[in-house]
């Protein structure tokens, strides 16, 4: 199977390589976990090497949704949607079924060819959506058959339970359908404030079994942290730029014709809008070395 780069830096390595192609990934977690981030930095990495956005919205209306990416530090999204290359589909308040059952149909067959990802964010109200088990299964079996017929798809599941057991009677269809699960774990009563993921499963490819902290920070969307975590460096030694550029000078000439004016861009931006505060106990060499490798500009 394909392998395709998530846009999340450091999952790819827990994931043997990525995100395999045309298959359904869930990401799971509670308020505030980072699900929206997770799928957002999905569609832009997608964007960035020429494929197409699709991202379905069932709660917030997309230009919320935009404002809130702009924000988080992603500029120019509104430059690939003035180009087509991202468009919304806002099913917010139309009913699910015959969105799913009618509108959705003519849509994939609209996209039929395309290589896009697509984000269904959130899936949770689409299963409120009908009463019962059966019906559930078949209008979510269906929504997730249809949208992968034109490319990789991530939905987000809302996590209700306080436990992080994942029984939860929302989860277990979707999750049973989906190719990987992903999730994130997110202790907002601990201070400071916890994160960590954990692959649940990952169909035809070796993962990792274990939780893995992330933080989220702007500019960058999500970084799973490195396993062994580096002795912290005193701030006023961080130069981030410099860092880039010596990694960079010793790139693998291979690579080079990967780093694109777009890419090389796309890099200096998200580095300089990194501060100490998101940097905190991360090697910043690590942070250097995951985007690169996000990037394939390095051997990892
Ligand atoms: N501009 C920003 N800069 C830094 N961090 C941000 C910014 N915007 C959001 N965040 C952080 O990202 C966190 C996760 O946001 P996100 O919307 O991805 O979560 P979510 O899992 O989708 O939540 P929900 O279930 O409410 O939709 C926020 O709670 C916030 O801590
Ligand atoms: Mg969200």
Redesign the pocket.
């Known amino acids: 199977m394909k392998k395709i780069r998530s846009g999340i830096y450091g999952l790819n390595r827990l994931m043997d390589g990525g995100i395999n192609q045309n298959t359904i990934t869930a990401v799971i977690?509670?308020?505030?976990?980072?699900?929206?981030?997770?799928a957002t930095y999905f569609l832009k990495r997608g964007l960035e090497q020429g494929e197409d956005a699709i991202f379905i919205t069932l709660?917030e209306e997309p230009k919320q949704i935009i404002n809130?990416v702009v924000?988080?530090?992603w500029e120019n999204i509104e430059d690939y949607i003035d180009e087509g290359a991202m468009v919304f589909v806002d099913a917010g308040g139309k009913q699910f079924t015959d969105f799913i059952k009618t509108e959705l149909v003519g849509f994939v067959e609209e996209w039929k060819g395309y290589n896009a990802r697509i984000v269904i964010?959130?899936l949770t109200p689409v299963l409120w959506s009908v009463h019962h088990r059966y019906e559930q299964r078949d209008l979510v079996s269906l929504l997730l058959r249809e949208t992968r017929k034109i490319g990789t798809v991530v939905c987000?599941l809302?996590e209700h339970s306080v436990m992080g057991d994942l029984s939860g009677q929302d989860l277990i269809i979707p999750m049973y359908l989906a190719d990987n699960v992903i999730h994130?774990r997110y202790k907002s009563h601990e201070s400071p404030e916890h994160r960590d993921m954990k692959i649940i499963k990952c169909r035809s490819s070796r993962h990792s079994h274990y939780w893995h902290p992330y933080r989220?920070?702007?500019g960058s969307g999500i970084i799973v942290q490195d396993d062994a975590l580096s002795a912290q460096t005193p701030p006023h030694v961080v130069d981030l730029n410099s860092r880039l550029e010596k990694a960079l000078a010793k790139m693998p000439a291979s690579k080079k014709k990967k780093l694109t004016p777009k890419v090389s861009h796309s890099i200096y931006w998200t580095i300089s809008l990194l501060s100490m505060e998101d940097i905190g106990t991360l090697d910043p060499d690590y942070i250097i070395r995951q985007i690169l490798l996000e990037y394939e500009l390095m051997d990892g």
Do not use: H, N, Q, Y
């Open positions: 977690g509670s308020s505030g976990a980072g699900k929206t981030t997770f709660d809130e924000e988080m530090g964010d959130p987000t809302e994130l989220i920070v702007k």
